[in-house]
């Protein structure tokens, strides 16, 4: 009896700490780690190229729309020298519509179940917005200060194909995104 009650014991235990762990336990619906509500643009932070790499197939994704126009993906790039910039940009196909916030990466409200709320109003000195609103090029510029979250955002009640690239122009004369000359043919999600 002893042995079968230790044994009880030791697998409940096990059962426990798989839970805890998430593994075998209850999922979020493909959430993310910084919002169970929005899932995870990719399982790794995003590497910043030096170039916009146009052709870069592997940085377009799909945000699926949904009913309460709510609909998102969390990126991330982080471990950066604090004396870069950065210049996050998207563009989505012709037709679609995506925006596009940044903020620093422990700022992301862990909570809200909007995807407008995931980079909080507060943090406006760290925290850069789109504003083309439209289906042509927009782009964030952030230091390396910080690590930081980019949230694409799909507003509309259809389906958004959209192209990303984090771009550091530490290098470029200006250090700015305005370097990179940025049109409709950078990148682009529709090829």
Known sequence: MKRFLAAFVVAGFSAILLNVSGVGGCGGGGG????????????????????????NTDQVVTINA?????????????????SHV??????????DL??????????????????????????????????NGDSVPD?????????????LMNLSDQDAKVAYEVVDVTGLPGQSCADLGITEDSIQADN
């Open 139 to 151: 782009f964030c510029q952030v230091t390396g200060e910080t690590d930081y979250a980019f949230i």
């Open 66 to 82: 949904t009913a309460d126009n709510q609909g998102g993906l969390i990126g991330t790039f982080e471990g950066q020298d604090a």
């Open 98 to 131: 995506a925006e596009l916030e940044v903020c620093e990466l422990d700022r992301v409200n862990a909570d809200t179940d909007s995807i407008n709320g995931l980079c909080p109003e507060a943090d406006a000195v760290t925290r850069c917005a789109s504003s």
């Open 86 to 95: 950065f210049c996050v940009i998207i563009d989505p196909a012709a037709g």
């Open 32 to 55: 993310s780690d910084l919002n169970p509500n929005f899932p995870d643009l990719s399982s790794d932070p995003v590497e910043p190229t030096t170039e916009i790499v146009g052709d």
